[in-house]
């Protein structure tokens, strides 16, 4: 099985790339239109700034190729975000699969820290991806901008508000949180993607 994840400027690739490994999946890391294509799975992971990343893909013209993608595509963290419509991080146009805008949390109080860091639990959970996974679960999350809830939400948790862990639409897969970094539970989430 070919699994490509997307090569942009974005950090997280290696672990995402080593976490396949640990399933048993090798996966290639490229920016090539021609190989992306040809993928039988493909994920678009990442940490980092919003536009910076969409002047990569649409540099490579990765973003009208993401959107007319037909095989499993797995958004992670920023590549997530990068899936939905509008980011206010930057006020950054997105790839819009998802109509979504993408927002930045608000402290209430100051005992909220922004970036959210640290382990969470996942809700409400739908979904091939989650198939076998226990509500409740942990998670490891870390990021300043959320997805808010929806009619493509396929998991919730709750950090200031509640908002989206997880978002679906056809072949469309993303998470907010890093399945990489989320021990056995989320390597069983990247083999449900893998398995789809």
């Given at each position: 099985m070919k699994t490509i994840?997307?090569?942009?400027?974005?950090?997280?690739?290696?672990?995402?790339?080593?976490s396949l490994e640990r399933i048993g999946v090798k996966a290639i890391v490229t920016d090539s239109k021609e190989s992306i294509k040809n993928a039988e799975k493909i994920i678009l992971p990442g940490v980092g700034e919003a536009s910076c990343a969409m002047k990569y893909l649409k540099e490579k013209k990765l973003d009208v190729l993401l959107s007319e993608l037909e095989q499993p595509v797995l958004g992670i963290c920023l590549g997530m975000q990068l899936l939905c419509k509008l980011s206010?991080?930057?006020?950054?146009?997105?790839?819009?699969?998802?109509?979504?805008?993408?927002?930045?949390?608000?402290?209430?109080n100051r005992n909220d820290k922004i970036p959210q860091i640290g382990w969470n639990?996942?809700?409400?959970?739908?979904?091939?991806?989650?198939?076998?996974?226990?509500?409740?679960?942990?998670?490891?999350?870390?990021?300043?901008?959320?997805?808010?809830?929806?009619?493509?939400t396929?998991?919730?948790t709750e950090y200031i508000i509640s908002y989206s862990a997880a978002l679906q639409k056809k072949n469309f897969y993303a998470v907010q949180f890093h399945p990489e970094k989320s021990s056995y539970v989320g390597h069983k989430i990247l083999e449900n993607f893998i398995r789809l």
């Open positions: 994840i997307i090569k942009y400027p974005a950090g997280n690739v290696q672990s995402v790339l080593f206010e991080e930057s006020n950054t146009t997105c790839i819009g699969i998802f109509n979504l805008l993408v927002k930045k949390f608000q402290s209430k639990t996942v809700h409400n959970l739908k979904g091939p991806l989650f198939e076998n996974i226990p509500d409740g679960s942990y998670q490891y999350f870390v990021h300043s901008y959320y997805a808010p809830l929806g009619k493509y396929t998991a919730r």
